[in-house]
């Protein structure tokens, strides 16, 4: 082998290196700021869904319905708060929600799977609180002079 063979060789090696080196830190940055915040099945058992956060320049929201990734968020501005970022089945069990802060900002029917129209959406009926069987009492207002 000649002297510039060798040197060839060796840089290739540093290159190689360099880039198997990059591919790591990138990974390890990568799975630093992607989480899985919940990962939920319908009430029925039929259909999985996942819910992941990408903490990054942004937050981004991510659905995952039985194995595929239905809906990836706007960008929100990173903030000093809880989102409050959920995933919540109708009371059919094969509309999965996916609300922030409260609000209700995507839908997907996973048995016909397709996203849910802006009227749709809003019209989502969950089980009622009084069918779900709590055995307590809830906080009530009281009054005190």
Not at 6 to 16: D, H, Q
Not at 19 to 25: D, E, G, M, N, Q
Not at 41 to 66: M, N
């Amino acid at each position: 082998m000649t002297a510039s063979n060798k040197a060839l060789l060796s840089v290739s090696c540093l290159i190689g290196g360099g880039a198997i080196l990059f591919a790591l830190v990138a990974a390890s940055f990568y799975f630093s700021v992607v989480s899985t915040v919940m990962k939920k099945a319908s009430p029925d058992g039929k259909h999985t869904a996942k819910l992941v956060r990408i903490d990054g320049i942004d937050v981004i929201f991510r659905v995952i319905v039985d194995g595929r990734r239905v809906y990836s968020s706007p960008d929100f501005a990173p903030a000093d708060a809880d989102f409050r970022e959920q995933i919540v089945w109708d009371a059919d069990n094969h509309i999965v929600l996916l609300e922030v802060g409260g609000e209700r900002i995507f839908g997907y029917d996973a048995v016909e799977r397709r996203e849910l129209s802006a009227a749709e959406l809003l019209n989502v009926q969950f089980t009622p609180f009084t069918e779900l069987g709590f055995e307590s009492e809830l906080p009530r207002e009281t009054v005190t002079n």
